[in-house]
């Protein structure tokens, strides 16, 4: 946040602290499952990472690289992008709100058991995927598209490792891939202060 000079780079450069703020709902998560004086923040803790992971994200990611973006056709398509994160925001809040949802701990990791429509069906993933992760390979900005594969490459690692588990381990990879929010804010705010410095045409 410290290296942003605008309100629209302020948004990608608050990743890192939402990704925070998410780990800790989870760490509350781990201790009301396992200590029973920590059982009765089990449902505010799950419910809260529950937010972030299913309803936030697909809603930021696209948001966040939009605002960004300087490119008439880029900011056009990612125009839809944002378009299809409200959809899977809407939808998630209605799955969230009108159905259960629970977790347990099994081989050291935590399961969330979401028992949401179409969750078994094979484009359910498809769903969130495309708001959340899409948008960075569609940027202007080169550093955006390396923050994209890293999301890409650690949801194929949860995806074909950590499968009963994919929510909470992709969410972990996220939040340390969002470490790269300030390799990508150094070249946006390098590029924006070389444009501002270009000769205006004649």
């Known amino acids: 946040m410290a290296r942003t000079t605008t309100n629209r780079q302020r948004l990608l450069g608050a990743m890192p602290l939402l990704f925070a703020y998410q780990q800790f709902s989870e760490g509350f998560v781990w201790l009301s499952v396992q200590h029973a004086g920590f059982a009765h923040l089990r449902n505010i803790a799950m419910y809260s990472f529950l937010i972030f992971a ?8 696209p948001f966040a690289v939009l605002v960004l973006e300087k490119d008439a056709k880029r900011k056009k398509l990612l125009k839809w992008f944002a378009f299809a994160g409200c959809l899977a925001a809407t939808y ?9 949802a629970d977790v ?3 081989q050291y990791h935590i399961k ?5 429509p179409l969750s078994k069906r094979w ?10 992760m899409l948008p960075t390979f569609f940027s202007g900005f080169s550093r955006m598209r390396f923050l994209g594969f890293l ?4 949801y194929i690692v949860s ?5 009963d588990y994919i929510v909470s381990v992709w969410c972990f990879f996220g939040a340390l891939s969002s470490i ?6 150094m070249q946006v705010v390098g590029t924006e202060k070389k444009n501002a410095g270009a000769p205006m045409a004649a």
């Open 54 to 61: 299913q309803i936030v994200w697909p809603l930021f990611v």
């Open 92 to 100: 998630f809040t209605w799955c969230i709100c009108f159905y259960s």
């Open 104 to 106: 347990e701990v099994s």
């Open 112 to 116: 969330y058991v979401l028992d949401f």
């Open 123 to 132: 484009f359910y993933g498809i769903i969130y995927f495309i708001p959340a």
């Open 151 to 154: 999301l890409f490459a650690s």
């Open 159 to 163: 995806r074909f490792c950590y499968k």
């Open 180 to 185: 790269t929010v300030l390799y990508i804010i």
